[in-house]
């Protein structure tokens, strides 16, 4: 699943999404499990209903972040005219495009696994791959960008 940063009032947190299924998340923050219920809409936080039984460890004591870098830059120069967002949460299985193909509204651009079934993500705009956002096997939330499409 995706591995995450964080800086809070000067201390360092390292986040990995575990699983998320029926609107719960179990994430790992700095080695501690903590279940979440997500109850609001992208872009707002989400609740936490159940926190671990000790402390989160200081920035002193965390373990450096580690960046996740994705596998190879996968992007070209162009006029942006719309990208491709992710509807659901999942997990990438196929990407069915590389950077530089000229797609129609309706090709399969992606395969996403959401809740043990297989979506194909169709192209709701017509363009070229300017950009490939995601890898194979990576993990998405709703509303993440996985491909951007221009001219």
Do not use: H
């Not at 004591?61 to 992710?86: R, T």
């Not at 990438?92 to 395969?111: H, P, T």
């Not at 950009?131 to 194979?136: D, F, G, L, P, Y």
């Amino acid at each position: 699943m995706k591995k995450y940063s964080f800086s809070v009032n000067n201390e360092d947190y390292n986040v990995e999404i575990l699983s998320i299924e029926n609107g719960n998340a179990k994430v790992s923050v700095n080695g501690d499990v903590i279940n979440i219920r997500i109850n609001s809409e992208a872009g707002q936080a989400p609740v936490t209903v159940a926190a671990p039984a000790k402390e989160a460890p200081k920035a002193a004591e965390a373990a450096p972040a580690a960046k996740v870098e994705p596998e190879q830059p996968k992007k070209i120069e162009g006029k942006l005219k719309g990208s491709i967002k992710s509807p659901l949460p999942g997990i990438i299985r196929a990407i069915n495009v590389k950077v530089g193909d000229v797609v129609k509204i309706g090709d399969s651009v992606l395969v996403l696994d959401a809740m043990k079934m297989d979506n194909n993500i169709n192209a709701d705009v017509a363009g070229k791959v300017l950009a490939i956002c995601v890898n194979s096997g990576d993990s998405v939330m709703e509303g993440d960008v996985l491909l951007e499409l221009g001219e």
